[in-house]
């Protein structure tokens, strides 16, 4: 089985709750949106063919990391994802999926944690995001909303208020690089009492905002 592979890299988890801690990151080729904001445009198109089996060797040169995000592009777009999941996780490392919102959970495992995006209006997709997925989230997912502008915010909130208010999940604000000042979003997340973490992206703080494969 194959899947068309952008890139896989070791760094360090730039995003999330597990933000900080080194990663191996498997890119995987194709997007079926077309966010304004998008920090992988190359991962739309670009990428080689691999064996499954090829790409946890790729993996496995990394022996200390034993965390894997899969990421891309858009990663379930391809078919025999799933399969790569069910290899990763059978490895026993820890998995962590990011996902765009707009395809169904229902076939990812629960052991899997899937962190998944609200698209915003300065997006371009804000209509992309498929509701049937809040019932497959668990506790250990992690929703991300990537606040450009004041219209960002104030759909984020609304959202947060009729649909996740309940959902006893982590929800993360990431300010889109260069946009909204860091101190502006946070005070308005105190200001409003938001149950919501600030989520900078360490990676772009280390490396800067064009650099692959960190």
Known sequence: MTLIVNEIFYSIQGETATAGFPAVFVRLTGCNLNCAYCDSRHASTEGTAMEIGSIISAIEQYPS????????????????????????????????????GSILLKDVPEQARKIVDVKTPSSGEADSFEMRNLKYLTGRDEIKFVIAIAEDYEYSKDFIYKYLAKKGIIINFSPAYNTIPYTELAEKILTDNLPVRLNLQLHKIIWGPDRQGR
């Open 65 to 100: 990391a034993n965390h894997v995000t899969v990421t891309g592009g858009e990663p379930l777009l391809q078919n025999n994802t799933q399969h790569l999941i069910r290899e990763i996780l059978n490895k026993g490392w820890r998995l962590q999926i990011e996902t765009n």
